[in-house]
C-alpha cells in the first residue's frame, strides 16, 4: 500500500532527484514538513531505544559519566532471570495479571456490547456510564478504590460484614492484592471495549441475520457462525491492545499497593521504576525493560496469528 | 444484531435491563460514594456500624482542601501542558502526514518505515534514556522536560497520513494552478478536510497527558509545577488519615473533567469506535 505512487524503477534507498525546480521545491517543503517531527522521533525515541539497549550491557547509576560505565556484558540479563527472585514475580504477577484483565475484559466488553446492540432504550447513557472510569486519571481511580476496598473501613468489608461475613483484606493481603487489581483494570477499561465491540457489530450487515433466520438459524447459532466470525478483527484489535497495554500496567499498582504486601502484587514496570529510580541501577533496569519488550513483542506475534482472519486459509 | 428476542420474551427484556442496570451501578458508585464520603467527617468515614450519609454535609471539607491544596495551580498547570501537548502532536502529526501522503521525496519509505517502527516501541523501553536525555538538558523540574518528548507522536503521524492519502489529488493540483503555496494548500486545503481525524487525534492525546502520571511524577518535583495527578499523588500521603479530604480533592480533580466527557460524549464514543477500527 505504502509505494503504490512510487513510479521509480530504482530501489528506494537510491536518491530519486526530481528534474524540474518545481518538483524540486516541493521536495525541499516535504523534508521541511518532516524534518521536525523525525528529528524529535529520533531524539526521544529511536535514540533512546538504542541508548538503552547500550545501558542494559552495562552497570550505571546515571551520575558517573557514560563514557566510563563499566561493562557487563549480559550479565544483567542473566541475573535477572536466576538470580532476581522479585523480578521472576513480578513476571509472573504481570502475566497474572493480563491474563486476568484481558480475558474478563474481552467477555464482558463483547457481552455488554451485545446487550446495547439488542433493541434497548437509552444506549447512550448506558454508554456514557460504562465509559466514565475510562476518562478518569488512573491515580484517581486508585484512590478510590484504595478507599472502597479499605480493610477497616471500606465500604466493601461494611457490606460484607453486614451479611455476618468476615472482613477481607484485598489490597492488604498476599493472595487478594493482585486480584483486587484485577478487577479495578477490568473496572478501568471494560467501557472502551464495549465502545470498540458495539461499533464492530453495528458494522456487521442486518441482511445476515435475516438469511440466517429465513435458514432457521438459532441465537445461538447466529452469534457463532455470523457474529463471532465477522468480529474477528475487532477481537484482534481488542486483545492485543489490552493485553500490551496490561502488561505495562504502573499507575494504578504504584497508586495502590506499591507492590505489596511482600512483593504479591509487584508488576514489571514498577519494578524497574523502582530498580531504576530508587537503587540506581540503570543498567539492570534497562535489560528488564527490554526483556518485557521482547515478551511484549512475541505475544503479540503469537496472537496475531491465532487471531487473524482465516478465512481464506481454511 | 437481535431485535426478534426482546419481541418475543418480555422476561428476557427484563433479564436484559436488570444486567445493564446492575454494571451500570457497579460503574458509577465509585464516584458517588467519593462525594458522599468527601461531605463526612473524618471520625463519620470509619464509624462502626458505618453509616452511609453524613449526618450533616460537610461542605467546608472543600474550603480546607483549597487552603492546602493549590487546585486553581494544578489546573493551570495540566491545562497549559496538555493543550501545549496536543497543539504539537496536532501540527506535526498533520505536516508529516501530509509530506508523507501526498509528496514524492527520496527516503520517503524508509523513513516512513522508521516511524512505523518507533510506533511499536513502548513508553518504558525509552523512559530512562529520555530522563537521562531531558536531565542534561537541565530540564528537570520545568515545563520544557514535561512537554517537548510528548510534542510528536507516530502513532499520530501514521493516522494522519492515512487520512491524508485518502484526499483526492485533483483537489492539491487545482490548488497548485491556481498558485497556492504548499503552506497554504495544507492549511486551506488538507487541514479542514481532514477535522474529524484532527479531533479524534487530539481527544486522545489530551486524555493521555492530562491523565499522565509517570513521566510527570519522574520531572517535577516543585509544587508550583504539578499536574493533576501528581496533585492526587501528594494529597495520598497528606490527607492519609483524613480520608474525606482526599475525597474532596480526587472529586474535585476529576468532576470537571467527566461533565466535559458527557458534553462531548458523542464525538469522543465516535472518535474512539473509529480508530478501533482503523487499528
Redesign the interface.
Same mark, same amino acid.
Given at each position: 500500500m505504502?509505494?503504490s505512487?512510487?513510479a521509480s524503477k530504482t530501489a528506494?534507498?537510491?536518491?530519486?532527484?526530481?528534474k524540474s525546480a518545481l518538483m524540486r521545491r516541493?521536495?525541499l517543503?516535504?523534508?521541511v514538513?518532516?524534518s521536525?517531527?523525525?528529528f524529535?522521533?529520533l531524539?526521544?525515541?529511536?535514540?533512546?531505544?538504542l541508548?538503552?539497549g547500550w545501558?542494559s550491557l552495562h552497570r550505571w547509576d546515571?551520575l558517573s559519566p557514560v563514557s566510563d560505565m563499566p561493562w557487563r556484558g549480559l550479565s544483567n540479563y542473566s541475573y535477572l532471570l536466576t538470580k532476581d527472585p522479585v523480578f521472576l514475580k513480578s513476571l509472573g504477577n504481570t502475566f497474572l495479571f493480563a491474563i486476568g484483565g484481558v480475558g474478563a475484559n474481552t467477555v464482558l466488553g463483547l457481552g455488554?456490547a451485545?446487550?446495547?446492540?439488542?433493541?434497548?432504550r437509552g444506549r447512550?447513557i448506558?454508554?456514557?456510564?460504562?465509559?466514565?472510569?475510562v476518562?478518569?486519571?488512573?491515580?484517581?481511580?486508585a484512590?478510590?478504590?484504595s478507599?472502597?476496598f479499605n480493610r477497616?473501613?471500606g465500604?466493601v468489608n461494611?457490606v460484607i460484614t453486614?451479611f455476618g461475613l468476615p472482613r477481607q483484606p484485598f489490597l492488604s493481603g498476599p493472595s487478594q492484592a493482585l486480584m483486587t487489581l484485577v478487577f479495578i483494570a477490568i473496572?478501568q477499561y471494560v467501557?472502551?471495549y464495549i465502545?470498540?465491540f458495539?461499533?464492530?457489530?453495528q458494522?456487521?450487515p442486518?441482511d445476515y441475520?435475516d438469511a440466517a433466520?429465513v435458514d432457521g438459524a438459532g441465537?445461538w447459532q447466529?452469534f457463532r457462525f455470523?457474529?463471532l466470525p465477522l468480529l474477528r478483527?475487532?477481537m484482534l484489535?481488542v486483545v492485543v491492545?489490552n493485553t500490551?497495554g496490561a502488561l505495562?500496567v504502573?499507575?494504578l499498582v +504504584?497508586?495502590t499497593t506499591g507492590g505489596a504486601p511482600a512483593n504479591s502484587s509487584m508488576t514489571v514496570?514498577l519494578h524497574?521504576?523502582n530498580t531504576?529510580?530508587k537503587f540506581s541501577r540503570?543498567g539492570r533496569?534497562?535489560a528488564m525493560?527490554?526483556i518485557? +519488550?521482547a515478551i511484549?513483542?512475541l505475544i503479540t506475534i503469537a496472537q496475531v496469528r491465532l487471531l487473524r482472519d482465516r478465512t481464506y486459509q481454511d | 444484531?437481535?431485535?426478534?428476542?426482546?419481541?418475543l420474551q418480555p422476561m428476557g427484556a427484563v433479564v436484559?435491563?436488570l444486567? @445493564?442496570f446492575g454494571?451500570?451501578f457497579?460503574?458509577?458508585f465509585?464516584?458517588v460514594?467519593?462525594i458522599i464520603?468527601s461531605l463526612m467527617t473524618a471520625g463519620e468515614?470509619? @464509624?462502626?456500624?458505618?453509616v452511609w450519609l453524613p449526618a450533616e454535609p460537610q461542605f467546608g471539607n472543600y474550603i480546607e482542601l483549597t487552603e492546602s491544596i493549590p487546585i486553581g495551580r494544578l489546573y493551570f498547570n495540566s491545562l497549559f501542558t496538555s493543550g501545549l501537548i496536543v497543539f504539537g502532536v496536532l501540527l506535526?502529526?498533520s505536516?508529516?502526514g501530509?509530506?508523507?501522503a501526498k509528496?514524492?521525496?527520496?527516503?520517503?519509505?524508509?523513513?516512513?518505515? @522508521?516511524?512505523l517502527a518507533?510506533m511499536?516501541?513502548?513508553?518504558?523501553?525509552?523512559?530512562?534514556?529520555?530522563f537521562?536525555?531531558v536531565?542534561q538538558l537541565g530540564w528537570i523540574d520545568t515545563y520544557q522536560g514535561l512537554v517537548v518528548?510528548g !510534542?510528536?507522536s507516530?502513532y499520530g503521524?501514521f493516522l494522519m497520513r492515512q487520512f491524508i492519502v485518502s484526499l483526492p489529488d485533483e483537489l492539491i493540483d487545482a490548488a497548485r494552478i491556481d498558485g497556492a503555496s504548499?503552506?497554504r494548500i495544507?492549511w486551506r486545503i488538507v487541514v479542514p478536510l481532514v477535522k474529524p481525524a484532527l479531533a479524534t487525534l487530539g481527544t486522545f492525546t489530551f486524555?493521555g497527558s492530562?491523565?499522565a502520571? !509517570?513521566w510527570p511524577l519522574?520531572v517535577i518535583n516543585s509544587r508550583e509545577l504539578m499536574t493533576?495527578?501528581l496533585g492526587?499523588?501528594s494529597?495520598?500521603s497528606l490527607y492519609a488519615d483524613n480520608?474525606n479530604l !482526599?475525597?474532596a480533592g480526587?472529586a474535585v480533580?476529576?468532576i470537571p473533567?467527566?461533565i466535559v466527557?458527557?458534553f462531548l460524549?458523542?464525538y469522543?464514543?465516535k472518535g474512539?469506535? !473509529?480508530t478501533?477500527?482503523k487499528?
Open positions: 505504502l509505494m505512487s512510487h528506494w534507498w537510491l536518491p530519486e532527484i526530481p516541493r521536495m517543503w516535504a523534508y514538513f518532516v521536525a517531527p523525525i524529535a522521533l531524539v526521544f525515541l529511536l535514540g533512546p531505544i541508548f538503552s545501558v546515571m455488554f451485545l446487550l446495547l446492540n439488542s433493541r434497548i447512550t448506558w454508554r456514557v456510564l460504562y465509559f466514565m472510569p476518562i478518569t486519571a488512573p491515580l484517581a481511580l484512590v478510590m478504590f478507599f472502597i477497616n473501613y465500604v461494611n453486614a473496572y467501557g472502551y465502545v470498540i458495539l461499533a464492530g457489530l458494522g456487521i442486518q441475520y433466520q441465537k447466529e455470523i457474529t478483527p475487532v484489535f491492545t500490551i505495562q504502573f499507575d +504504584f497508586a514496570v524497574m521504576y531504576a529510580f540503570m533496569a534497562s525493560a527490554f518485557l +519488550f511484549i513483542m | 444484531m437481535s431485535d426478534h428476542s426482546s419481541r436484559k435491563y444486567v @445493564l454494571g451500570a457497579v460503574m458509577v465509585p464516584f460514594w467519593m464520603a468515614i470509619q @464509624l462502626r456500624p458505618p506535526s502529526s505536516l508529516a501530509f509530506a508523507f509528496y514524492r521525496f527520496p527516503g520517503r519509505e524508509a523513513l516512513f518505515y @522508521l516511524i518507533t511499536m516501541i513502548p513508553f518504558f523501553v525509552t523512559l530512562i534514556p529520555v537521562f536525555i536531565r518528548p !510534542l510528536t507516530a503521524i504548499e503552506l495544507f486524555i492530562w491523565n502520571f !509517570l519522574l493533576l495527578p492526587i499523588n494529597m495520598k480520608t !482526599l475525597m480526587t480533580a476529576v473533567m467527566l466527557f458527557i460524549q458523542r469522543f464514543i474512539i469506535a !473509529l478501533g477500527l487499528g
